[in-house]
């Protein structure tokens, strides 16, 4: 049976989830090419990501960051490639 807090809770695991693939993508930008690429470094980026996404004082923030990347990809505008678009904060 659904109730509102199983919602919340799927809802807080999305939007985590979301965060961590923002985050590995930001460690992967942000890699410097000389430096090996190592997984526990991106996987470390990637809980941090999570963390950021699920604090309820960032949410407004996010949720802008991801607003913003959804207009870029609905008006397909060429700021994929700048750093507002790709960095996590």
């Known amino acids: 049976m659904m109730n509102q807090k199983n919602i919340l809770l799927g809802l807080m695991v999305g939007w985590g989830g979301l965060g961590y693939i923002r985050g590995t993508i930001d460690y992967e930008y942000n890699r410097s090419y000389r430096e090996p690429f190592l997984y526990t470094n991106m996987f470390g980026r990637g809980v941090y990501g999570f963390f950021i ?8 923030y996010t949720v802008y960051k991801e607003l913003y990347r959804l207009e870029v990809c609905l008006r397909q505008l060429d700021s994929k490639n700048t750093d507002f ?3 996590l904060l």
């Open 85 to 87: 678009y790709k960095k």
């Open 53 to 60: 996404y699920i604090n309820p004082v960032l949410l407004p």
